[in-house]
Nanobody, 120 residues
Framework: QVQLVESGGGLVQAGGSLRLSCAAS????????MAWYRQAPRKQRELVAT???????NYADSVKGRFTISRDNAKNTVYLQMNVLKPEDTAVYYC??????????????WGQGTQVTVSS
């Protein structure tokens, strides 16, 4: 059974930094695109950043220049380095991945989420 487990969230002051990690576990044949989403209170979940298996990246306009997504394919892990954090970055952050598992089926998986709170 494939799982995504996030870590690295917490409380930080505005202007600070955090690094989120998301590790995929289970019987994994291949991981395709990976992404980070976030959901603030009373708002819809929004896409923050994506990275393809080849390393191409895309970012939401609100985080460009401040956040960096990266991945370590050997560790089945995706990261989100968040710098110059703002109070409006406060949200639950979720990782997402397209994974071909040991039963040779491709599915889309979500992590359980990790809270990021930025104080002003």
């Amino acid at each position: 059974q494939v799982q995504l487990v996030e870590s690295g969230g917490g409380l930080v002051q505005a202007g600070g930094s955090l690094r989120l990690s998301c590790a995929a576990s289970g019987t994994i044949i291949r991981i395709g695109a990976m992404a980070w989403y976030r959901q603030a209170p009373r708002k819809q979940r929004e896409l923050v950043a994506t990275i393809t298996s080849g390393g191409s990246t895309n970012y939401a306009d609100s985080v460009k220049g401040r956040f960096t997504i990266s991945r370590d394919n050997a560790k089945n892990t995706v990261y989100l380095q968040m710098n110059v954090l703002k109070p409006e970055d406060t949200a639950v952050y979720y990782c997402n991945a397209d994974i071909i598992s040991g039963i040779l089926r491709r599915d889309n998986y979500w992590g359980q989420g990790t809270q990021v709170t930025v104080s002003s």
